[in-house]
């Protein structure tokens, strides 16, 4: 019998379980391949990586791939609001269209906005370590990596407290279908379609409040970009809504994806317990370790050139975040964990160019106050009884289903 599994299997579970090796073998024998498998090209050098990012050819307007890979047989109509207002987002924009929308968005996120919630988020991670403290365990996932983002932006847009479990709700079902990998596509891309409309509607009227009374929350400071883009109410709410989305599943996933690389270094564990000021450093060393989001995608929309290679219009490109991470070229003993890493910063765990996330510094800030309040109170972390869950069913998302620690 032939072998007819392809040379770089991605679906494979034990590749997608230990996906490093595969992106190291492939980076090192065809940096730009073409796979039939995911009928696209991968891209795993850095410096192609880099030169993918800045290429303008390659598109964002890839809304269709996003939505026919959740729906696949279903009816698209299921889904025709989540299309809508997603398609108004500066995530799936280019050129002067995106320009104008990241406009809005950097008001929300200057640094001096970031510096404003770092009380916020220090106090819903004390919150939250506070509920698990005397029980000596708690699932890494399910007590503090989820309950995180969701409080922290909540507080930031200022949601009252009454309106939030139907605001988690709805933005856990709609990022859900951005960043999760559905079961039952129907009734999750259902679900995602009714938490866009909520959203949307919560958001609509929420702008109509704050446009007559401003405060210092985040609604407001975005506020502040709507005339100078000339935004209308939709764009602002979709901008709004994909603030929401886009921090979520990947946050949750990024603090998973440290605590465990933390947890198997005991001695950078010891280090950071010894010194929690260190919590900046080893958070880039994790966003590079292991990023919450390996690969993103682009369509080609005429002609370029990548690492040598001709691509053409139509044509999928995976861009390898995580596999640029682990480049010898960039990053010396690549594999190792260090936080003591000198240029562990220059990793792309948030991609280039102009669609670099918004909001890395609030990630950073979350995950920042998350190892030092686990450093300072918890500092004999050790992995539960249970095994960790890890959750890695395509090549973009990687995070865990779960991760049990004692202390
Ligand atoms: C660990 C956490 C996070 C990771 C790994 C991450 C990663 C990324 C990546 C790779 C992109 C580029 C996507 C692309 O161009 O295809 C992106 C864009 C974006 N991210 Fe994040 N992100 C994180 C957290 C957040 C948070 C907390 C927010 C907001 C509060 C946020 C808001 C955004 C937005 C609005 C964009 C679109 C920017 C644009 O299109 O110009 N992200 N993120």
Known sequence: MFDTRPAYDFTDPENLTALYPLL????REVPVYWSEQLNAWVVTRYADVIAALRDPVLSNRRLELVVGYQLRDSDPAIAKDYERISADTMLFRDGAEHHRLRTLGNRGFTPSALERARPTVQ??????????????RMDVVTDLAQPLPSLTIAELFGIPKTDRDLFQKWSHDA???????????????????????????????????????????LLSLLLAGQAEGRLSAEEVSAQCILILIAGHVTTIDLTGNAINALLDHPDQWRALVADPSQAPAAVEEALRYDPAVPFIYRIVRGDTQIGGQKMGPGQVVYIGLGAANRDPAVFANPDAFDIARPNRGDHVSFAAGPHVCLGAGLARRE????????????????????PPVRRCE?????????LPVEF
Not at 180 to 196: I, S, V
């Open 367 to 386: 995950l920042e106050v998350a190892l030092t309040g686990l450093a300072r109170r918890m500092p004999n972390l050790r992995r539960g009884a249970e």
């Open 24 to 27: 190291a073998r492939l980076q």
């Open 175 to 217: 990022a859900k279908f951005l960043g999760g990998n559905l079961t039952d596509p129907p009734r999750e891309a259902k679900a995602a379609n009714d938490g866009m409309l909520g959203l949307e509607a919560y958001f609509l009227n929420l702008i109509k409040h704050r446009q007559g009374k401003p405060g210092d929350d």
């Open 123 to 136: 106090r819903i991670v004390d919150q939250l370590l506070d509920k698990v403290q005397a029980a000596g």
């Open 394 to 402: 395509n090549i973009i998302f990687r995070g865990f289903h779960s």
